[in-house]
Protein backbone atom coordinates (compact mmCIF):
# COMPACT_ATOMS: atom_id res chain seq x y z
CA UNK A 1 0.00 0.00 0.00
CA UNK A 2 1.44 3.48 -0.46
CA UNK A 3 2.37 5.26 2.42
CA UNK A 4 0.65 8.67 2.34
CA UNK A 5 -3.12 8.92 3.10
CA UNK A 6 -4.23 10.51 -0.03
CA UNK A 7 -2.32 8.09 -2.34
CA UNK A 8 -3.84 5.14 -0.57
CA UNK A 9 -6.97 6.54 -0.59
CA UNK A 10 -6.08 7.82 -4.84
CA UNK A 11 -5.16 4.21 -5.12
CA UNK A 12 -8.05 1.94 -3.49
CA UNK A 13 -10.32 4.18 -5.49
CA UNK A 14 -8.12 3.24 -8.59
CA UNK A 15 -8.66 -0.33 -7.72
CA UNK A 16 -12.50 0.35 -7.18
CA UNK A 17 -12.99 1.19 -10.54
CA UNK A 18 -11.17 -1.06 -12.17
CA UNK A 19 -12.80 -3.67 -10.91
CA UNK A 20 -16.21 -1.95 -12.06
CA UNK A 21 -15.28 -1.26 -15.65
CA UNK A 22 -14.20 -5.10 -15.79
CA UNK A 23 -16.98 -6.41 -14.26
CA UNK A 24 -19.24 -4.38 -17.05
CA UNK A 25 -16.96 -4.99 -19.49
CA UNK A 26 -17.34 -8.46 -18.98
CA UNK A 27 -21.16 -7.87 -18.93
CA UNK A 28 -21.04 -5.91 -22.55
CA UNK A 29 -18.95 -8.56 -23.91
CA UNK A 30 -21.23 -11.42 -22.57
CA UNK A 31 -24.31 -8.87 -24.06
CA UNK A 32 -23.07 -8.67 -27.51
CA UNK A 33 -22.38 -12.17 -28.30
CA UNK A 34 -25.76 -13.29 -26.89
CA UNK A 35 -27.77 -11.03 -29.35
CA UNK A 36 -28.20 -11.72 -32.53
CA UNK A 37 -30.18 -8.31 -33.91
CA UNK A 38 -27.97 -5.22 -33.94
CA UNK A 39 -24.54 -7.60 -33.86
CA UNK A 40 -22.76 -5.32 -35.28
CA UNK A 41 -23.44 -2.32 -33.08
CA UNK A 42 -23.43 -4.58 -30.17
CA UNK A 43 -19.56 -5.66 -31.01
CA UNK A 44 -18.79 -2.19 -31.57
CA UNK A 45 -19.86 -0.88 -28.29
CA UNK A 46 -18.14 -4.63 -26.51
CA UNK A 47 -14.66 -2.91 -28.42
CA UNK A 48 -15.77 0.75 -27.47
CA UNK A 49 -15.82 -0.45 -23.59
CA UNK A 50 -12.83 -2.64 -23.57
CA UNK A 51 -10.60 0.30 -25.23
CA UNK A 52 -12.17 2.81 -23.20
CA UNK A 53 -11.32 0.75 -19.53
CA UNK A 54 -8.13 -0.14 -20.55
CA UNK A 55 -5.94 2.82 -19.55
CA UNK A 56 -7.81 1.94 -15.55
CA UNK A 57 -6.86 -1.93 -16.30
CA UNK A 58 -3.49 -0.90 -17.14
CA UNK A 59 -2.50 1.83 -14.74
CA UNK A 60 -3.71 -0.26 -11.86
CA UNK A 61 -1.36 -3.21 -12.80
CA UNK A 62 1.31 -0.86 -13.70
CA UNK A 63 1.01 0.54 -10.22
CA UNK A 64 0.26 -2.60 -8.37
CA UNK A 65 3.45 -4.10 -10.00
CA UNK A 66 5.65 -0.68 -8.58
CA UNK A 67 4.25 -1.48 -5.64
CA UNK A 68 5.20 -4.96 -5.12
CA UNK A 69 8.81 -4.72 -6.61
CA UNK A 70 9.57 -1.58 -3.90
CA UNK A 71 8.18 -3.75 -1.31
CA UNK A 72 10.32 -6.69 -2.42
CA UNK A 73 13.64 -4.22 -2.91
CA UNK A 74 13.11 -2.75 0.51
CA UNK A 75 12.71 -6.11 2.13
CA UNK A 76 15.85 -7.41 0.41
CA UNK A 77 17.81 -4.26 1.30
CA UNK A 78 16.73 -5.01 5.21
CA UNK A 79 17.38 -8.67 5.52
CA UNK A 80 20.90 -7.74 3.31
CA UNK A 81 21.67 -5.50 6.25
CA UNK A 82 20.72 -8.09 8.86
Do not use: D, H, Q
Amino acid sequence: MPVSKAARILYLSLLIVTVLCIAFCIFVTVWANAGEEGWITKSAAMVFVWIASSPLILGSVIWTVALFSIRNSESRKLNYRK
